[in-house]
């Protein structure tokens, strides 16, 4: 019935609808469908009469699998046809953005503006679609194109009003107000073709999304831009800016070139490039490029054919730059999980360790690739401070020179066998030294990212509020500048003046001209770089990789949309000193307008990601240390006499104790503690109080300084402003960081000996672990090998390998055969019961074409970390990860059959809803909101792979023994998606809830331990950092 029912219903929606593709794909399925029920009729009659019936046996195997498949596809082609409804209607809307360009009268925009309803149809209808997807990657895309597209549209059409009044009035300002136009038309265009290509993804694999394709799909969209303009530089299109953003996009995927033949490969062409670019910008600047565009005269033909040539092999270079990155991304994105190079800063500092205390093991590769993404992060932090601040620490060059030379010597060494034991201690000595230099790096990063955060992201607005100035302004003399210092000093203004613009607006001599308003576009676009700059490292910090995929390209919008801010901002000027009418002039302003709010929302939004990405106590504690410095630089400014200085120091201090007030209000707006709360409001209103005590002596003491109790009196107010601060940052909790330095000093490991007689919980999954190792060792260990801990493994001889935390805690476990050997000569520590049966329990080492293995092998990682007793947990997740190894055998044919797949897999689920109840439960004791949030997330989203990864087993269990069948390739696929995704989410609840942890309500009566499995290192001095 319920089949004839469905059947029914299908052929009816078939006759309705007019998409020729469902009205081809939808009957194949139905017929799918159909066959299937009659098999499962057929096989019902042959079993009732014969329970042993091979052939109804058969029967009801064929029907159950058309039946699974067959609904699926119908499923499949409904919702595919209203995906093309949807992309139909985005369409629609593109057609109508291709007639922008031929507006030129008010009346035609006027009745383009009526058409809006096109656009309200499609927002409508792709956020009711947003809803309807359960893949969060999906759904991100969708929601983050329709609220850029909100955000975009009436700015678009602000410019198209704009540029129609200027080439009316034939005003200087046409060519600005057309570049304006054009990028908001290709950003409106390009996000309209995002959100097409995420309506039509269906693949559930996020690994799309947590690599460099996005990345690569902005290279690919420049590059039409880019080509573009090559073509013709007289386009609107800011060419030079797209070739830069492309060029900074490849160089990140240096990392991934596994030689240097490759690296200088890539490096070499990116340089041509950008050595190309500045040729052409300097041939355009003199009018040659132009020229050999148009028609070249005699005298400059010489010159204008070279250039023509450049821009040629410009364009060819940038073809085969995107071919190259393409080849790099798709190399690594086949590459298991285990091999791939993580996305975060942890993750790299992860596998570059994990690569150092085992040279020679399975990881080599991508570890060196790290410890090389590192380095480039880290000098880009060195580069940037040297920039702004003129500082350099000595220290942290030398270990950045150190971890290079020693990486690059070791993995030389390791291309060549081992042939002497001077050569083993070598690479030994190499490794230690190399982790020794990788953990003060490492600690030098996380410090100058918080550093830079603190620098770059205390004013945002500032700038744009002296660029509005400055565009609304006639010249500003001396006189005028002094008044608006005073009237800033008495009101309170908060905005930064940086040293470019108080040259600016205070020079040495009596005016400034008109040309100078290039100077504040120059400084408003470099302060976007710097911002750009910090936020994409930020990014890279985050955890949740969707945060850091909003983060990167809110930063690249701010850099971009900064430019547009200036080219407004000159539309206006234009306007004003040409005479045009009111009716002009109102246009350029109410445009302008538009266009500042956007760039202050999105540098807003950059802000609140950016604090996410770094810690709130150290990020506090570096803007104290910035006041200090502030305070220091006034001083010396008082002594000379020097009140532009003082104006600087003291806006700078206010600037910082505000970011400080917005930090900590952040984080009573995050917590749901009431007694926490109350302590940081407390600390934030005295703070508040002491910034306007600090402020009116400040002015005091630019009118009178001379007078030495007016400077004592500022001395003493800015002395309580920064006891404030530290006020603030003593209440105010630290975020949990996985990099954490964990001390395992001699204290821990008495108690470790203290409990040695412990008996192994039930908790630890020993049944699913002896069974694997049984599966990996068949000459067979007998049971007391798992629950005790006086044997070794295989007969008591063992190797030791290492694994790493991001917490940087070395842990060793042992396999069979071959003698005990690690990078120091110190013996292994006497391990407790559950300590040895984890440390016994080795996973066999995944081969690139074994992805459940990887998943398997990367989840026991991480779980092994943490010590199973009183921690349900880990517990869960160990039992996850021996299961997950075990399906892994079972899918490659290496033991087993349908039953013990869908045994396992029913088991994974069963232990996905322990790591669920879990994750539940601590969320909703967390006192933090973010975290409560993640939690809640990520829990549904094991639920939901846990109740797929159960259908699939037992599709694929249907399957065994026809491997060569599409069906059966296509179904393995997708299983393998979803025991990756399933680890990696669980890897996230595992790391989330270790945060959270330690903001619990105290009165809850949640009881969950985290204790951190202890571990021996290669040497007393490199434990931790």
């Known amino acids: 019935m319920a089949v004839d029912n469905l059947v029914k219903v299908g052929y009816e929606t078939i006759r309705q609808s007019s998409d020729q593709l469902f009205k081809h794909d939808m009957p194949p399925a139905l017929v799918r469908v159909e066959e299937a029920s009659v098999f499962l009729q057929d096989a019902v009659k042959l079993l009732s009469r014969d329970p042993s019936s091979a052939i109804g046996r058969k029967k009801l195997i064929d029907g159950s699998r058309g039946i699974l498949q067959g609904t699926w596809a119908v499923l499949v ?26 507006i030129k009268t008010f009346p035609e925009l006027a009745d383009f503006v009526k058409v809006k309803t096109y656009f309200f149809a499609m927002i409508k209808e792709v956020d009711e679609r947003q809803d309807e997807l359960v893949i969060k990657s999906h759904a991100e895309i969708l929601q983050r194109g329709i609220a850029q597209v909100k955000r975009i549209t009436p700015i678009l059409i602000s410019s198209v009003k704009l540029y129609l009044n200027t080439t009316q009035q034939r005003l200087p300002a046409a060519c600005e107000a057309q570049s304006n136009r054009d990028y908001f038309l290709h950003q409106m265009s390009d996000e309209i073709c995002e959100i097409i290509r995420g309506l039509q993804l269906t693949s559930s694999d996020d690994n799309d999304y947590l690599g460099d394709h996005n990345g690569l799909r902005l290279m690919a969209r420049n590059s039409k831009f880019a080509d573009e303009w090559l073509l013709n530089p007289a386009a609107s299109i800011n060419g030079a800016e797209v070739i830069q953003d492309i060029l900074d996009t490849a160089r990140h995927f240096e990392a991934f070139c596994m030689s240097d033949s490759e690296r200088m490969g890539l490096h070499g062409l990116i340089s041509g490039i950008d050595s190309r670019l500045h040729q052409l910008l300097d041939a355009q600047q003199r009018g040659l490029w132009r020229m050999c565009v148009c028609t070249c005269g005699s005298l400059f033909q010489g010159d204008a054919a070279a250039v023509a040539q450049s821009s040629a092999v410009c364009r060819s270079d940038l073809a085969r730059l995107l071919e190259l990155c393409q080849a790099l991304c798709e190399r690594t994105e086949h590459q298991n999980a285990i091999y791939r190079l993580a996305r975060t800063l942890e993750g790299k500092a992860t596998q570059a360790r994990r690569w150092l205390l085992d040279p020679r093991g399975p990881q080599r590769q991508v570890g060196y690739e790290a410890a090389r993404a590192l380095l480039a992060q880290a000098l880009q932090i060195i580069q940037t401070e040297a920039e702004e601040e003129g500082f350099q620490d000595p220290h942290f060059q030398e270990s950045c020179s150190s971890l290079c030379s020693k990486t690059d010597e070791l993995y030389a060494l390791l291309a060549k066998p081992i042939i002497s034991e001077v050569q083993r201690v070598r690479e030994q000595k190499l490794a230690a030294e190399a982790v020794q230099a990788l953990d003060f790096m490492w ?32 010249p500003v003399n001396e006189t005028a500048y002094q008044q608006a210092a005073n009237n800033f000093l008495e009101m309170g203004l908060i905005n930064l003046l940086s040293r470019e613009l108080v040259l600016l607006v205070f020079p040495a001599r009596g005016g400034v001209d008109v040309g100078n308003d290039f100077v504040w576009h120059a400084c408003a676009q470099e302060h ?37 801010v200036n080219m407004a901002g000159r539309a206006v000027m234009s306007a004003r000193q040409n005479g045009a009418s009111t009716q002009l002039q109102n246009a350029a302003s109410d445009h302008f307008d538009l266009i500042k709010r956007h760039w202050t929302e999105c540098a807003e939004r950059t802000r609140n990601l950016v604090d996410e990405a770094i810690d709130a106590k150290a990020f506090i504690k570096a803007q104290e240390t910035g006041i200090l410095r502030d305070i220091d630089h006034i001083e010396d400014s008082v002594d000379q006499h020097c009140p532009a200085s003082v104006v600087n120091g003291t806006t700078s201090i206010a600037l910082r104790a505000n970011r400080v007030l917005q930090v900590a209000m952040r984080e009573t707006e995050n917590s749901e503690d ?38 004592e009196r500022w001395r003493a107010s800015s002395r309580n402003l920064v006891d404030a601060v530290s006020g603030v940052g003593q209440v105010v909790e630290p975020t949990y960081l996985h990099s954490a330095a964990v001390n395992a000093g001699p204290a821990s490991q008495r108690n470790l000996l203290r409990d040695k007689e412990a008996l192994v919980t039930d908790a630890v999954p020993i049944a699913e672990m002896r069974q694997l190792y049984l599966q990996v060792h068949p000459q067979g260990v007998s049971s007391s ?22 917490g940087f805690k070395i842990s060793l476990h ?55 007793r009183d921690n349900e947990l880990i517990a869960a997740t160990k039992r996850i990860a021996a299961l997950m190894a ?25 232990a996905s809803v322990d790591v669920t109840r879990c994750a539940r439960a601590l969320g909703r004791e967390c006192t933090d909101r973010r975290m409560k949030t993640s939690l809640m997330q990520l829990s549904e989203r094991i639920q939901m792979i846990g109740n797929q990864l159960k259908i699939l087993s037992t599709v694929k269990a249907t399957m065994l023994g026809s491997d060569d069948s599409p069906e059966d390739q296509e179904n393995t696929e997708v299983l393998v998606g979803n025991a990756q995704n399933l680890m990696q989410a669980v890897i996230e609840t595992v790391r989330v809830a270790e945060g959270a942890s330690i903001k619990m309500r105290v009165d809850s009566g949640y009881k969950i331990r985290w204790m951190p499995r202890l571990i021996s290192t290669i040497g007393p001095d490199y434990m931790t950092h």
């Open 886 to 910: 075990k399906l892994s055998q079972i899918v490659r044919g290496e033991y087993g059959n349908k039953k013990d797949l869908i045994n396992v897999s029913m088991a994974i689920a069963e």
């Open 785 to 806: 090998d798992f629950t005790n801990g006086g044997g070794g493994c295989g007969g008591g001889s063992s190797t030791t390998s290492s694994s790493i935390h991001t």
């Open 528 to 564: 976007s770089r710097r911002v750009k700059r910090t936020a994409s490292l930020a990014a890279s910090n985050l955890v949740d990789p969707w945060r850091g995929i909003a983060l990167q390209a809110l930063a690249s919008n701010l850099e971009s949309v900064g430019s547009q």
């Open 443 to 474: 600690y030098n990063i996380q410090h100058g990212l918080v550093r830079q955060v603190a620098n770059f992201f205390t004013d945002l607005i500032g700038p744009i509020k002296n660029l509005q100035e400055a565009t609304s302004a006639v």
């Open 77 to 102: 082609a409904f919702d595919m046809s209203e995906v093309r409804k949807i992309v139909e209607c985005c369409n629609s809307v593109l057609t109508m953005l291709n007639t922008v360009p031929d």
């Open 674 to 711: 009431g007694v926490y709360v109350d302590r940081v409001n407390e600390a934030v209103n005295k703070l508040r109080t002491r910034i306007t005590t600090m402020v009116a002596d400040a002015k005091s003491m630019v009118l009178a300084m001379d007078d030495p109790s007016v400077r």
């Open 814 to 868: 042992c396999s069979t055969g071959g003698a005990s050997s690690s990078l120091s000569d110190d013996n292994s520590r006497p391990l407790s019961p559950e300590t040895d049966l984890e440390d016994e329990f080795n996973y066999p080492l995944p081969e690139k074409n074994q992805p459940i293995m990887a998943a398997a092998h990367a989840l026991h990682q991480e779980a092994r970390l943490w010590s199973s």
